[in-house]
């Protein structure tokens, strides 16, 4: 192992760290990270002995306070997830804050969270940490070497594969490289031919000189509401935050010799954090300031790491850590490890993943826009449904004027322009009820910030009558070519060696048995497949697919596309739709002649439409795709048939809500590489006894025969209606131990319900347990209820 650093280790933006270490994200495999992150910093303080030099871990905990009533929630709701992620975190009073951060002016402050587990560390003492236990173990690294490019080769493919790379000082043969170059890594990887969408902002803090009241066991602060951190600093203060007004700096390329320098001091842009971190800690004011250190740290365009492996084989990358890439280099130094030798890491890291962007991250400016967006508002309560507004519209559907013209409140996935709701639907009278009893199911808490009554509407008239949906965002992906039969079987673990025309619903597992994708296979003809993924997972399975696919015999002898661009998909679901679509084909659609889960090619009026019977509400309907170019068209025909039958057209809130009264799972939250279909309760797509097997086949034997999953997957009826899971809440017996955490809620409108999702012990799933649920601080009741609570023996599908 190589580490081939451009000027001197810590030269580019660690050396001007603020070196802050906090373990608490928002989601498990993050917080996962930053926790084995402070095991090895431990165990590297323990080594400085024997190193020779330390980290200088100063585990002397950290807090959050609210100085809002909102922001108190948030910290409630974060104090849940604290319980289920395993970290002991208290929930403090604001006198009990004071006591811990005395400095503080409590005027204002609601309460605090406090991590005593969390800490801050020397950046510069842990890179040199690093490198002598890595020397030990017989790392070289060769500093004052610049990489001019790589070494590649096809990969027989149609891709291209890393062989070496190419530095100032010689070329070093190897197979695989890690681009770990902070925010001189969009300038790196693009030498290889890859996008790093990454932006360097000018991020700034001041170190002040000895402070009165500042201890060595003073906590680190966070005021979120005040957008301002604190931390000591030998005996003085480091104050920083996230300012509204962002400066992106260098975005045309990194000059060469930017190495162990700042940016000049912008005080007029700090003046308003500043003017925050005075009132927080009045002793600022009277204090003299060392320095305002302001040094560019690597963004991303969604404030989330970039890690894993690339399109070009042997090419990963670990960079845009957003400012909290001290905090997670032990984390991510296990995870790249895992990637590399294992082909998967050993969690779910899809939210980090590469993979995760489109093409349109090639654009600087809308890589620049999406990333001032985010980090402006980095400190803002970000409420479930949120939808970000930078650079939009992008991505529009064939049926996009038509869905605005019909009042479509729009929301974003993957680029994509997608409907959230349709506003008139609310007022319209076609849910059956009127507009107060539609308002009267607006949910309690945060779920009702982002909240319309047309969701519940739709909901209920699609149950009724029929809905009209545009899924034209869903991700295609066609497989086709002499060997694509016995790849997808291979890559399957259903069976999906069936009659041209079926449908088949399967997982892709990983070698443990994790789900790595959840989808349909549409069987075209004998050699050519048809895969139906969510929005956000098309570059996700398609990487997975074609990753995969180099590994089996048969992956030369296919063609892997994605095919998304090119049709235009639209659900037409409830049970007027067999009616509806009837008047615009020739082509005989009831059940014992288009049977449920088949796939025909018909005419509806004139346009050609691949018409797959099948759905992701829980009732009769077809999926109809057809080119792109007819789609508008294809929408009108439907939409004006539709009318004498009471159709509405419907947005994905109303999907969602529709998807959990069916128990359907969503890849991501309720189904992830870290869980099984045993575990999910998808067992019934394992097929063990395919011939030729599949990948994870052998994982899934062994945990068979050790016994029974010790989880499960069920389902949760609230006791109070209106209150809403939105994932990652803890649940426990009444009373009792905390038994597992929520992947996903919403209402059921059908049903008058609160439904969750959440894994627990095989022994507390039986049908009636009653559980509890903690809700920003409060432990609702519950109660396992039915897998399925919308029509639980399918008859309505196949009517």
């Known amino acids: 192992m190589v580490v081939v650093e451009r000027n001197e280790l810590t030269s580019g933006s660690t050396f001007h760290s603020a070196g802050l270490v906090g373990q608490l994200r928002s989601s498990l495999p993050l917080t996962r990270m930053m926790m084995h992150s402070v095991e090895t910093y431990r165990e590297l303080e323990a080594m400085g002995p024997t190193l020779g030099t330390a980290p200088g871990w100063t585990e002397i905990g950290s807090m959050r306070i609210a100085s809002s009533d909102a922001r108190m929630e948030e910290l409630r709701r974060q104090h849940g997830w604290a319980k289920t992620f395993g970290l002991p975190m208290e929930l403090l009073s604001p006198s009990e804050a004071v006591e811990r951060f005395p400095l503080m002016d409590p005027a204002g402050v609601r309460g605090a969270i406090f ?178 250190l302001n040094g560019p740290e690597g963004f991303t365009p969604d404030n989330e790491f970039i890690l894993g492996p690339s399109e070009v084989g042997g090419f990963f990358v670990a960079a845009g850590f957003c400012a909290h890439g001290i905090a997670g280099a032990g984390g991510v130094g296990r995870v790249m490890a895992e990637w590399v030798l294992d082909g998967t890491p050993s969690f779910d890291c899809w939210k980090m993943d590469i993979r995760r962007f489109g093409a349109a991250y090639r654009s600087r400016d809308f890589v620049q826009a999406r990333t001032v967006e985010v980090y402006s508002t980095y400190y803002d309560i970000h409420y479930p449904n949120e939808e970000r507004t930078a650079a939009r519209p992008l991505r529009r559907s064939a049926a996009y004027q038509a869905l605005a013209q019909l009042g479509c409140e729009f929301g974003e996935k993957s680029m994509w322009e997608r409907p959230n709701w349709f506003r008139p639907n609310a007022t319209n009278g076609s849910s059956g009820i009127g507009e107060h009893e539609l308002e009267a199911l607006r949910p309690t808490g945060w779920a009702g910030h982002h909240w319309h009554p047309a969701i519940a509407a739709e909901a209920l008239a699609t149950r009724s009558a029929a809905g009209l949906f545009d899924e034209s965002s869903f991700a295609k992906i066609r497989v086709e070519g002499p060997g694509a039969t016995a790849l997808l079987q291979w890559l399957c673990d259903n069976n999906i060696d069936t009659r041209v025309g079926s449908i088949v619903y399967t997982q892709l597992l990983n070698d443990r048995g994790g789900i790595e994708c959840d989808l349909t296979v549409t069987r075209e003809s004998a050699d050519r497949f048809l895969m139906f993924t969510g929005t956000a997972f098309a570059t ?252 639980p023996a399918g008859e309505r599908i196949r009517a």
């Open 115 to 292: 991590l005593p587990t969390d800490g801050h560390l020397d950046p510069s003492s842990l890179t040199n940490s690093f490198f002598m236990a890595a020397r030990a173990l017989g790392v070289t690294v060769r500093t004052t070497t610049r990489v001019l490019g790589f070494v590649m080769v096809d990969d027989g493919r149609g891709g291209q594969r890393i062989t070496g790379v190419e530095t100032d000082a010689g070329t070093i043969e190897c197979e695989t490289v890690i681009a770990a170059c902070g925010m001189y890594t969009t300038d790196v990887a693009a030498l290889a031919g890859v996008t790093v969408p990454i932006v360097p902002m000018a991020h700034q803090y001041l170190v002040t000189l000895p402070i009165d009241g500042v201890t060595a066991g003073l906590p680190s602060m966070r005021d979120p509401d005040n957008l301002v951190y604190f931390r000591n600093q030998g005996g003085g203060l480091i104050a920083g935050g996230y300012e509204r007004n962002p400066a992106p700096w260098s975005l045309h390329g990194i000059p060469s010799d930017f190495n162990y320098r700042l940016l000049d001091e912008d005080w007029d842009r700090f003046a308003p954090l500043m003017e925050a971190a005075i009132r927080r800690v009045p002793a600022l004011e009277g204090a003299e300031i060392r320095q305002l």
């Open 540 to 791: 996700h399975d398609l990487g997975w697919i074609r990753a995969r696919a180099g590994e089996h015999r048969a992956g030369s002898d296919v063609t892997i596309s994605d095919v998304t661009s090119s049709m235009s998909t639209f659900g037409c679901w409830g049970p007027a739709a067999e009616a509806i679509l009837q008047s615009l084909t020739t082509t005989p659609l009831n059940i014992s002649e288009f049977p449920y889960l088949t796939s025909q090619m018909i005419s509806v009026g004139p346009v050609p439409v691949r018409a797959s019977r099948v759905t992701f509400v829980g009732e009769s309907g077809w999926e109809l795709s057809c080119p792109t170019e007819f789609g508008a068209s294809l929408w009108e025909l439907v939409w004006t048939a539709g009318q004498p039958h009471g159709l509405v057209a419907g947005g994905y809130r109303c999907i969602d809500a529709l998807r959990v009264e069916k128990g359907y799972r969503v890849w991501g939250s309720d189904i992830t590489p870290d869980d099984t279909p045993d575990e999910a309760g998808l067992g019934f797509c394992v097929r063990l006894d395919k011939p030729g097997g599949f990948i994870g086949r052998e994982a899934l034997v062994a945990r068979r025969a050790a016994g029974p999953p010790s989880r499960t997957l069920v389902t949760l009826r609230l006791d109070d209606p209106l209150a809403t899971a939105l994932g990652s809440e803890p649940v426990r017996a009444v009373g009792g131990e905390i038994l597992g955490r929520v992947t996903s809620g919403n209402q059921g409108y059908s049903v008058m319900a609160s439904i969750a999702f959440a894994y627990v012990p095989v022994g507390s799933s039986e049908r009636g347990t009653r559980l509890e649920v903690e809700l920003f601080g409060e432990w609702t009741g519950a109660t396992v209820d039915a897998a399925c609570l919308w029509d």
